[in-house]
């Protein structure tokens, strides 16, 4: 007798061992990011004219920009800026979203409707577009890229927050904690909030690596970091007239961009897949 296979746990085998693999990758980078100031060979803000637009070389592994300034210093310090600014924008539109999607979902009413119509008319315009308005009439600069790109990635969250506490209101364990005494925040806090996490986690994990995106591209635009801050995306942008010549200078940043967004993005994909029932084999 054939014996049977059982796929499922194979599954979700495969999806834990990848979890654990990206997982490691993005604390690696974060670690890296943190202690960026530590890692770089020679200072990141430090002028060698006479060094400028080196070839990469033994000493200099992505060589040098037009003031001489070694390009692997920069993009490992540039990380921090890149990566920290990134987690806190997807921290807060995650927060922000949430907060009022639950609030509208558990309340309803005139409000609900206000907040939801709001939502809708930011979700109808292009992101970046909307995006590259707001940052310009700010006037730039990484702070105001960063409330630019989360003032109009909100929505989506307070769509997913809205409709799973409108699934969990009358649910009958919700229904026992109303009729036992239990207050609002209580009932939020301890019975809604923990069961609609999941969701909302796997979306902003999945986020990630397009924030990242965004918010590069805004600095390359020149609506985001502004030099000499080190930032991948104005990195690329004060360099971009020079790639037919040094090609190396705008690529550095380019690869890291491209690295990490495929960390942050796999580590999403794979936790969403492990968060999938099906993939535990249910």
């Known amino acids: 007798m054939t014996p049977t296979v059982r796929k499922p746990k194979i599954i979700k085998n495969s999806v834990r061992t990848r979890l654990i693999v990206f997982g490691i990758l993005a604390v690696l980078l974060v670690i890296c990011s943190l202690l960026s100031d530590h890692l770089t060979p020679y200072d990141p803000y430090l002028q060698d004219l006479s060094n400028a637009k080196a070839a990469p070389s033994q000493q200099h592994v992505f060589g040098t920009d037009r003031y001489g300034r070694d390009m692997l210093s920069r993009v490992i310090v540039g990380s921090r800026t890149s990566i920290f600014s990134t987690l806190l924008l997807v921290a807060i539109i995650t927060a922000v979203g949430t907060v009022i999607g639950v609030f509208c979902g558990w309340h309803g009413k005139k409000i609900d409707t206000v907040l939801m119509r709001i939502s809708d008319m930011f979700l109808a315009f292009p992101g970046l577009v909307f995006a590259l308005a707001v940052a310009g009439v700010l006037g730039g ?13 909100w929505p989506k969250y307070a769509r997913i927050a809205r409709s799973q506490t409108l699934a969990q209101k009358e649910t009958p364990y919700l229904r026992a904690a109303r009729l036992s005494g239990s207050g609002t925040v209580k ?17 902003s994990m999945l986020d990630i690596g397009t924030m990242m995106m965004e918010l590069a591209g805004l600095s390359f635009l020149g609506l985001g970091a502004k030099p000499p801050i080190a930032e991948w995306g104005s990195m ?8 037919t010549t040094v090609p190396w200078i705008t690529l550095a940043p380019g690869l890291a961009i491209f690295i990490s967004v495929m960390i942050f993005n796999l580590l999403g994909d794979t936790v969403r897949d492990y968060a999938d029932p099906r993939t535990r084999g249910r």
Not at 141 to 153: K, V
Not at 236 to 243: I, K, P, Q, V, W
């Open 187 to 203: 009932m939020l806090a301890k019975h809604v909030l923990p069961n609609i996490i999941g969701p909302i986690l796997v979306t």
């Open 236 to 243: 690329m942008s004060e360099n971009r007239a020079l790639f």
């Open 141 to 153: 600069g990484l702070h105001n890229a960063i409330f630019a790109l989360a003032a109009i990635s």
